[in-house]
């Protein structure tokens, strides 16, 4: 079939220079799609991006491969944010409930919204989500745990799904497979509060000797599996996942899901559990890396990026799958656990040459590592446009000759040339989302940070925010460390993206 698709325009003079896609008609395709979104995994996390100290060949071999970006972003310096608007090509800050989501908080994306995945279905493809959720399940007031949990990924577009309610330092620590916690003994029923103790399991604040990794800093609630969590959970003792194991469960899902759609154009949105904490790798990672249980992890990360490039070579789909590895946000080192990680960093810079990390309006909060590859479709090399995750959904559209529907995806352009590797050519803009809602602009080479109160240094990680009661403009082609704030000197660039970044704040549907 062959279609047109024409993406509303919002912004059209803002954003002339990325639409339209060679008159926005082309062949529609329908390639594999595997997305692959590791969390909190820095820029300079990955041997490919620079990191010496940590090697990633299975990561290395993909870049290689495909076409490495250095300046593609994700939407947010944190996890529910950036999933939300990969997910719906909507910017987060849009939309009041979409911060970081307590694991028994309500979807957080409505039911039946537009979302990559309906996208996908609608073009025939099988879709599922594996891994890490972190978008809220059922109803306001949260999901039932013990009965049918609606609505979640299977209201969004999903036909299968295989997750972590949210994250794995939050309660309940149990997949949730399609509409039921998997696993579940009816007579021990989960039961979960985020505001109060319940239930009668130790807490590592009351039995830290109980723990077999200490918090450093919240993490003290519920001991599971040795390790206290944020929030209080009882029950559901035989449906509890096994910290150690998560990488393998959830890669093996992975796998077996891409073997068993293999005559299909499927969708597989895997989003590991790695590199976020507690970060616990299996004994076989244990040690490995020297950098302690953070290194370990990266690691365990990039033999899962492995375990899925095999399986897409060994069944010969290679040509006909399109694979995206990218993150989240970006690094952190202490995230609430004594883990070694900062005794261990040594030399290891998890994001590489920019400033900041996750929670950041710094890069280093949202500039991430992206590749993509296709064998036959994308030429191997680097690419230095500036790229946003957000533009995903549209360019699945062009690809797959899908329309989105009227007031769906309003921040998703059309950026296909660009993750294809036909063009270079720049966003004409993106926008980052930080700590507190707070929102930085790029525009060619210049980033403005608007300015704000709040703290300078998170005093629990040591992120450096960016936060400035100040206007901030940096040059990042000259300065990409965002170290001279240049403000000063530029008024008239500062003044165009504050009008700028009002304008686009200003532009929702
Ligand atoms: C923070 C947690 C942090 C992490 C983060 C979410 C504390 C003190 N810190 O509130 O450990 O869970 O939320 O991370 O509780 S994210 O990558 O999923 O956004
Ligand atoms: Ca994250």
Redesign the pocket.
């Known amino acids: 079939m062959r279609l047109c698709t024409e993406k509303k325009i919002l912004l059209p003079v803002l954003m002339a220079s990325v639409l339209p896609l060679s008159s926005s008609c082309r062949k529609a395709e329908s390639p594999n799609i595997i997305l692959i979104y590791a ?2 995994l820095g820029y300079g996390d990955v041997s490919c991006y620079g990191a010496k100290s940590i090697l990633t060949p299975n990561i290395d071999r993909i870049a290689r491969q495909g076409l490495q970006f250095s300046n593609a972003h994700c939407t947010s310096a ?3 944010p ?1 999933r939300y608007s990969l997910l719906t090509g909507e910017y987060a800050w849009r939309r009041p409930g979409t911060g ?1 989501a307590p694991g028994d908080a309500p979807s957080v994306i409505k039911a039946g919204r537009f979302t990559i995945a309906s996208l996908l279905k609608s073009a025939g493809y099988t879709t599922a989500v594996i891994g ?1 959720w ?1 978008l809220g399940l059922g109803p306001e007031g949260g999901p039932d745990w013990n009965g049918e949990i609606r609505p979640g990924p299977m209201d969004l577009g999903f036909d299968y799904n295989f997750i972590m309610p ?2 794995g ?2 309660v309940p620590c149990v997949f949730v497979e399609n509409r039921n916690v998997l696993g579940l003994d009816p007579d021990d029923p989960i039961r979960v509060s985020f505001k109060e103790k319940i239930g009668s399991l130790p807490t590592g604040r009351e039995n830290p000797e109980l723990l077999k990794m200490h918090p450093s ?3 003290d609630m519920t001991i599971i599996n040795g390790i206290s969590r ?1 929030g209080y959970m009882t029950g559901g003792t035989s449906a509890l996942w096994t910290d150690e194991d998560i990488a393998d469960v959830i890669t093996e899902k992975a796998v077996r899901y891409i073997k068993d759609n293999k005559n299909r154009p499927f969708f597989l949105y895997f989003a590991t559990n790695d590199i ?2 507690p970060r616990v790798p299996h004994p076989r990672f244990a040690g490995k890396s020297g950098m302690g249980p953070r290194g370990d992890v990266i690691l365990q990360f990039d033999w899962s990026v492995g375990e899925i490039i095999r399986t897409v070579e060994e069944l010969d789909l290679s040509r006909k799958t399109l694979i995206i590895v990218t993150s ?2 970006g690094p ?1 080192v202490d ?2 656990y004594r883990d070694q990680a900062v005794e261990l960093l040594g030399d290891h810079k998890p994001a590489g040459p920019l400033r900041g990390g ?1 929670y950041s309006a710094f890069d280093g909060g949202t500039r991430i590592m992206f590749i993509a590859s296709w064998k036959g479709k994308i030429k191997p090399g680097k690419s230095d446009a500036l790229f946003s995750q957000i533009d995903l959904m549209s360019s699945f559209a062009s690809l797959t000759g899908q329309t989105i529907p009227a007031g769906e995806g309003p921040d998703s352009y059309n950026n296909l040339p660009v993750l294809l590797g036909k063009s270079r050519k720049d966003r004409s803009w993106l926008v980052e989302q930080s700590l507190n809602n707070r929102l930085s602009i790029i525009k060619g080479d210049w980033k403005y940070i608007e300015p704000g109160p709040g703290i300078r240094i998170m005093p ?1 990680t040591g992120t450096e925010t960016g936060n400035d009661p100040e206007p901030q403009l940096y040059n990042l082609r000259r300065d990409i460390g965002e170290k001279n704030n240049v403000a000063r000197e530029n008024q008239s660039i500062v003044n165009e993206l504050t009008e700028l970044l009002q304008e686009i704040r200003n532009s929702a549907e």
Do not use: Q
Request: charged share 35%; proline share 0%; aromatic share 0%.
């Open positions: 969390d909190d944190t996890s529910t950036s970081i890490k972190h949210a994250t330092d939050r800093h919240g993490h944020i976020h904490v989240d946000n952190v995230d609430g996750k629990e």
